[in-house]
């Protein structure tokens, strides 16, 4: 398994997230359009947040089953928290957070965000 290494764009909040990026999910509902994040989901344990946990402001909204995770200082979004639908903690890990990461070469599969 590979580790990335991530943070916020200030660099208050920084991370490490352990898995192969085999894909991003590019959704339109309301929030993930404005800001344009390319999310990969990871069970919750493979997030270690490294600094900066006490940065992080969350936003939830419609159903608040996701906890869109920012920084309090530079507003910055690199992930969200919640279950999958077997109940499992996971992580929306935002690809765009992600250090020396090459996005052309994701496959990027859409979601209908709206829809829900």
């Given at each position: 398994m590979t580790m990335h290494k991530?943070?916020?764009h200030?660099?208050?909040v920084t991370y490490e997230v352990e898995g192969e990026v085999d894909?991003?999910?590019?959704?339109?509902c309301s929030i993930c359009q404005r800001k344009g994040a390319l999310l990969w989901f990871v069970p919750r344990e493979a997030l270690r947040i490294t600094a900066?946990?006490?940065a992080l402001t969350t936003y939830t909204?419609?159903?608040h089953v996701i906890r869109h995770q920012f920084c309090a200082t530079c507003g910055m979004h690199p992930f969200g928290l919640g279950t999958d639908p077997k109940g499992n903690e996971?992580?929306?890990i935002n690809?765009?957070?992600i250090e020396d990461i090459d996005l052309a070469a994701v496959p990027v599969q859409t979601f209908d965000g709206r829809a829900l």
């Open positions: 991530g943070s916020c200030c660099g208050k894909g991003g999910l590019a959704c339109n900066g946990e006490d909204f419609n159903r996971m992580a929306a690809l765009r957070c």
